[in-house]
């Protein structure tokens, strides 16, 4: 039977799933906002990342009121920018440990890449690059090299984790920043799976950072979701097939946006006058 699904940002998204089980109003479906939820994740990673360089990493492209807004998770566009930045960078550093190239100076020898793997990774490189883009074929992470960076740069994150707490707490925000592309990627192709593997990934740090309206809310969306298929078959079918937990403007792959975020963008901004 159809249902409505409706999007609220997290106070309200409470509030009605109270009256919705008060009411006993059984087809509505109560969908929390995916952008003010990440808003508050990177909120929550810039609060365990206070005092380890990252404020003054950031300074040297962002002023300071800048930068004190996107560790706050505010400044979304800026804060994601910069975090994917420092991300690459540090992972161009875990890259070097396993390389061939550095293998004496920082890798364990043996289980380094060779040169045949770094050529292997370029033309791989540029087969994806050059070839036709079939976004339903998943193949090409199933690639044997693939496999094989992933694996060593594990073990190069598990020694730094084991030998330093600075490294540790930086392998951390690798990973972190990781769940932050996980839940934009789930947001943006509709992929209902990934988005609510990504949120389970927040709800540790959310809670360890006293973002606790969120933790539990998150939590308790996460039970409701995963009743989804036996309680509402039909909108789940309707995320998995279609890719509706996201709104589109378009038919192109990459053009899904929270509806929280559309809700911002248009209805809101369209009844704001001019003083705010």
């Known amino acids: 039977m159809p249902c409505a699904c409706i999007t609220f940002n997290q106070p309200l998204w ?6 919705t089980k008060v009411a ?3 087809n509505i479906v109560c969908h929390l906002g995916g952008f003010h939820l990440l808003m508050s994740f990177l909120g929550s990673i810039g609060s365990v990342m206070l005092g380890s360089g990252l404020q003054e990493l950031m300074g040297f492209v962002y002023g300071a009121d800048t930068v004190e807004h996107m560790l706050a998770g505010k400044a979304v566009a800026r804060a994601i920018r910069a975090r994917l930045l420092i991300q690459s960078a540090l992972t161009t550093l875990l890259l070097q440990q396993i390389t061939h190239t550095f293998g004496d100076a920082g890798g364990d020898g043996e289980s380094s890449l060779t040169d045949d793997d770094v050529g292997d990774i370029a033309n791989l490189c540029t087969t994806v690059a050059e070839g036709e883009r079939d976004y339903d074929n998943t193949d090409i992470l199933q690639c044997a090299i693939l496999q094989k960076v992933d694996q060593q740069l594990q073990c190069v994150k598990q020694r730094l ?6 490294a540790k707490l930086w392998v951390q925000y690798i990973y972190y920043v990781d769940v ?3 839940f934009i990627v ?8 990934l988005h609510l593997q990504a949120v389970h990934d927040m709800l540790n740090l959310l809670a360890a950072t006293g973002h606790t309206h969120y ?14 298929p036996t309680d509402h078959p039909w909108l789940y079918d309707v995320f998995i097939r279609h890719g509706f937990n996201s709104v589109r403007r378009s038919d192109r792959f990459w053009s899904g946006l929270s ?3 559309v809700i911002e ?4 901004k369209a009844i704001k006058g001019r003083s705010g």
């Open 186 to 193: 789930a947001e943006r192709t509709g992929n209902w799976h």
């Open 265 to 268: 963008q248009t209805l809101m």
């Open 180 to 182: 932050c592309n996980m």
């Open 24 to 26: 006993a109003l059984n």
């Open 215 to 228: 933790s539990k809310c998150a939590r308790l969306y996460l039970q409701m979701m995963f009743d989804l």
């Open 14 to 19: 409470l509030k009605a799933v109270e009256i």
């Open 161 to 166: 984790s084991a030998s330093s707490r600075t």
């Open 259 to 261: 509806p929280d975020l």
